[in-house]
């Protein structure tokens, strides 16, 4: 069964930054396919950075230019380094896998693409 835990979330100041961690264990294939997503009060789970089939890494237009998504393929584990954060940033952040072959952008970002989930970290963005 494949495991997400995701690390370093918290409360930060408007403009600040802050650098998730998702560590993954469980894999049974070698192609597979992650991703961060976020969910704000009230609001549904939105997807917010991933890689497309090319490997390139895709993001929401709301964090383009702020998040960078990376990984460490020898350690398993998938990063989400966030900037100039805002209010809007606010949420609960979730580290999401599946196992197969990573998918054009119009899907990367769907909830739908990915099986597994993480508990989720907190991020709050205080002004």
């Known amino acids: 069964e494949v495991q997400l835990v995701e690390s370093g979330g918290g409360l930060v100041q408007t403009a600040g930054s802050l650098r998730l961690s998702c560590a993954a264990s469980?894999?049974?294939?070698?192609?597979?396919?992650v991703a961060w997503f976020r969910q704000a009060p009230g609001k549904e789970r939105e997807g917010v950075a991933s890689f497309d089939a090319y490997n390139t890494p895709i993001y929401a237009d709301s964090v383009k230019g702020r998040f960078t998504i990376s990984q460490d393929n020898a350690k398993n584990t998938l990063f989400l380094q966030m900037n100039s954060l805002n209010s809007e940033d606010t949420g609960i952040y979730y580290c999401?896998?599946?196992?197969?072959?990573?998918?054009?952008?119009?899907?990367?970002?769907?909830?739908?693409?990915?099986?597994?989930w993480g508990q989720g970290t907190q991020v709050t963005v205080s002004s």
């Open positions: 999401a896998a599946a196992e197969g072959p990573k998918v054009n952008m119009f899907w990367a970002l769907r909830r739908e693409m990915y099986k597994y």
């Open positions: 469980g894999f049974t294939s070698s192609s597979y396919r």
